[in-house]
């Protein structure tokens, strides 16, 4: 008797690792920009506008480099739902 194989397993319908993978960096993104409001927020403002436009700015600027950094660190989750050409592009476009 010939055994015939099965075809490969078909994610749960509606649900594409890869949209799922986006939606999970789009979400981890908007959290810590969250987070990064409300701890500037607890700090406190300072009497020059400047300052304070300059110190949140700094806080922006540090958490896009974080994420640009978790887009290239190759990490294999993300690879095989995205793709490593997808990532690298979205790390040129975020540059």
Do not use: E, K
């Amino acid at each position: 008797m010939t055994a015939v194989p099965s075809p490969p397993a078909l994610p749960a319908a509606g649900r594409r690792p890869g949209a799922v993978a986006r939606a999970g960096l789009y979400a981890l993104l908007a959290a810590n920009a969250a987070a990064v409001a409300v701890l500037f927020v607890r700090a406190g403002f300072d009497a020059d506008a400047l300052v304070v436009l300059g110190r949140l700015t700094g806080l922006y600027a540090a958490l896009l480099m974080a994420f640009q950094l978790l887009l290239v660190a190759r990490l294999p989750w993300l690879d095989r739902r995205i793709g490593m050409d997808r990532l690298t592009l979205w790390h040129r476009w975020t540059s």
